[in-house]
């Protein structure tokens, strides 16, 4: 037993730091990544990683779900750190720590949230991971429609994006009007594209003043979901 669990920790020691190594490569090569460079840059025989990781998309899944978990703890704890009624201030803080972590780990973001990885498809294990983010939004909205402070929007929708924002609804969030999930969907996606315009440089020359842009762009996307500017 003791050499066994010897044995589990020194693999997974080892399994870390592949990861680490992958990492860099991340930052310095883009999300293709090489098993043959990472064992290179570990002084291993290229056939040795694959006791590790039998192949590079295992590595790629391996790295997406730690990229996810690390997104998903900055979020949720940002979201715990603010008063439950005050809708707006937990999401400008969820926000602004979803903006922390991509810049703060450029790589990781672009891996889980930039271009696909041609041939790379991500399996099942990583649904769940990716839709701890947008459920932080999804617990804020459920927050402020079980207070009345935040009401669904009386609007028609297509009767398309209906049908496919009250199987999204009755799948992952059920009891929330579609209405409402459009709102806050909108929010979101329009979150990821504010942080990567940041991120990928397409805001350089343009918006000098990053921080105030930020918290005025998202303090839009909360006029559009309908969160109220008091506490």
């Not at 891996?111 to 839709?131: F, K, M, R, W």
Request: aromatic share 6%; hydrophobic share 45%; glycine share 8%.
């Amino acid at each position: 037993m003791v050499a066994h669990t010897i044995r589990a920790r020194v693999r997974a020691g080892m399994m870390d730091e592949i990861k680490a190594v992958a990492r860099r490569h991340l930052a310095t090569d883009g999300a293709n990544l090489s098993l043959r460079a990472v064992a290179r840059d570990m002084g291993m025989v290229s056939s040795a990683i694959y006791r590790y990781f039998p192949s590079r998309d295992d590595l790629l899944t391996a790295l997406i779900l730690e990229a996810y978990a690390a997104l998903g703890d900055a979020v949720e704890t940002a979201d715990t750190g603010v008063d439950r009624a005050d809708l707006r201030g937990r999401w400008h803080a969820v926000c602004g720590a979803a903006r922390r972590w991509a810049l703060d780990h450029p790589a990781e973001y672009a891996l889980i949230y930039g271009s696909p990885v041609p041939g790379y498809a991500a399996p099942d294990d990583t649904v769940a991971p990716a839709q701890r983010p947008p459920e932080v939004l999804i617990g804020i909205l459920r927050d402020g429609l079980a207070t009345g402070r935040l009401t669904p929007p009386d609007e028609e929708l297509p009767e398309p994006v209906r049908a496919d924002l009250a199987e999204i609804a009755d799948g992952l969030f059920p009891g929330l009007a579609e209405s409402l999930l459009a709102r806050g969907m909108a929010g979101w996606t329009q979150l990821f594209g504010l942080i990567s315009f940041e991120l990928f440089g397409r805001l350089n020359r343009a918006v000098p003043h990053r921080d105030e842009y930020f918290d005025h762009q998202t303090g839009l996307m909360a006029d559009l979901i309908g969160l109220p500017r008091d506490a």
